[in-house]
């Protein structure tokens, strides 16, 4: 694989992440409308403070999420740069994209137990 080759993969593979962000970000979105609406019929004070972690949470994968974005976003202008020169990703550039791709793997992991836990929880 030539370096600009191997830059052009690992840029396509930012945007396809760029795009499940946005998709969590909405669906991460839609949660926290659904459990404000499961509050307002609550008055269960042990299912308002359980409500009341998942809020927490789904906060707290809100600025994950605009974290691996912005660390996306910097390194599709490593990338870019090297297309642009018809190099190859230097070793940064390369370790960047395997972190990414670890945080991608964990963040699809995590948001899947989260959405099942909150589903099954306010679905009793």
Aim: charged share 25%.
């Amino acid at each position: 694989m030539t370096g600009s080759t191997k830059a052009a993969q690992f840029l396509h593979e930012n945007v396809s992440w760029k795009l499940l962000l946005d998709f969590f970000i909405r669906e991460n979105s839609f949660l926290k409308t659904r459990l404000s609406e499961v509050v307002d019929r609550e008055t269960d004070n042990l299912f308002i403070a359980t409500a009341e972690q998942f809020q927490n949470n789904f906060i707290l994968k809100d600025e994950y999420i605009l974290d691996i974005a912005n660390d996306i976003k910097g390194q599709e202008l490593n990338l870019q740069l090297a297309i642009t020169k018809k190099t190859i990703p230097d070793y940064a550039t390369c370790k960047l994209q395997e972190k990414l791709r670890n945080e991608m793997s964990n963040l699809e992991k995590e948001f899947s137990i989260l959405k099942n836990q909150f589903n099954t929880y306010c679905g009793q």
